[in-house]
């Protein structure tokens, strides 16, 4: 049970917690230093507990649903870095496809690919 002593030490107290605002001034350390043990246990009753039916109560911000524009971007960036990947396996497949380039005509072989000395109907030469 609390007293009118306990109360006004409380009312003390929230109105400085009113006034100081975001900030930890040296009033509300003052109110707070003040509080007795069983008013702190009163004061910390009467935050936990429910709203009463008057109070004021402002509902939660709607949830954000993303714009239209960024799930755009998003798709066409993804869709850009997949664009880019497949061109560079198509590119690479092509250019490994055709295997080794054709060997340059050494002393053994003619430009023309036919050997001097050795019959082309028989196996004279071998």
Wanted: charged share 20%; no cysteine; aromatic share 6%.
């Amino acid at each position: 049970m609390t007293t009118r002593e306990d109360r006004a030490a409380i009312a003390v107290y929230l109105t400085a917690l009113r006034d100081a605002g975001p900030d930890l001034s040296p009033a509300l350390i003052e109110a707070f230093e003040r509080l007795t043990p069983g008013q702190l246990d009163t004061l910390a009753a009467r935050v936990l507990e429910a709203p009463a039916a008057g109070a004021r109560h402002t509902p939660p911000p709607p949830a954000r649903r993303p714009r239209l524009g960024e799930g755009l971007r998003t798709t066409l960036v993804l869709a850009g870095a997949f664009a880019v990947s497949l061109a560079g396996v198509v590119w690479a497949s092509l250019s490994f496809d055709q295997g080794p380039p054709d060997p340059a005509p050494s002393s053994f072989t003619d430009p023309t690919g036919v050997l001097e000395g050795i019959g082309q109907a028989t196996s004279e030469g071998w």
